[in-house]
């Protein structure tokens, strides 16, 4: 039995670590072990993922398949425009894609966006992440492409991707 959940700061060291078990066979092969670390430092200390739930800034959700947690998700409003949600973050663990652990999470995302009465949800997806695929599946499709500078000499080349989501 699966169920999703809002996530609490005190949740931020189990984001932190279904992150790092999602992330390295994910992005290793893509960008290198190096950046892999300096972002996984960057996005998903406990103390960053923490204050993001404390503040607002991203709803963060917990998917789990009885007791145990599968995946996560993060989403809020774009700060340029609050009427368009963006993605930030979708992961489910290696082990258990392919399951639709991650449709569950998108749904639960989507659901909460509609609650708020709008109906465009972006995401970024790196140019080169197999995701690419399961989003445009579930209705995303590539609205432009973006090279964001991280820091550290480090960039994060990505479409940007959009889904209009039915009010039915």
Not at 17 to 32: K, Q, R
Not at 42 to 62: C, D, H, K, M
Request: net charge negative.
């Amino acid at each position: 039995m699966t169920s999703v959940r809002i996530a609490e700061p005190e949740d931020a060291a189990l984001i932190q670590d279904l992150a790092e078990t999602t992330w390295w066979p994910t992005y290793e092969p893509i960008v290198g072990a190096e950046q892999v670390s300096y972002m996984l430092e960057l996005f998903y200390s406990t103390n960053v993922v923490a204050e993001q739930i404390r503040s607002g800034a991203q709803t963060y959700v917990l998917l789990y398949d009885g007791q145990t947690p599968v995946g996560f998700a993060a989403y809020s409003p774009r700060e340029e425009d609050p009427h368009v949600y963006k993605l930030h973050k979708l992961y489910c663990l290696p082990a258990e894609q392919g399951k639709g652990y991650g449709r569950i999470l998108l749904s639960a995302v989507e659901q909460s966006v509609l609650a708020t009465g709008e109906h465009i949800l972006d995401l970024n997806v790196n140019r080169y992440n197999k995701a690419k695929t399961f989003y445009e599946h579930l209705g995303f499709h590539i609205i432009y492409e973006e090279d964001i500078k991280i820091g550290q000499g480090y960039e994060m080349n990505d479409y940007v991707m959009r889904k209009v989501l039915n009010r039915d």
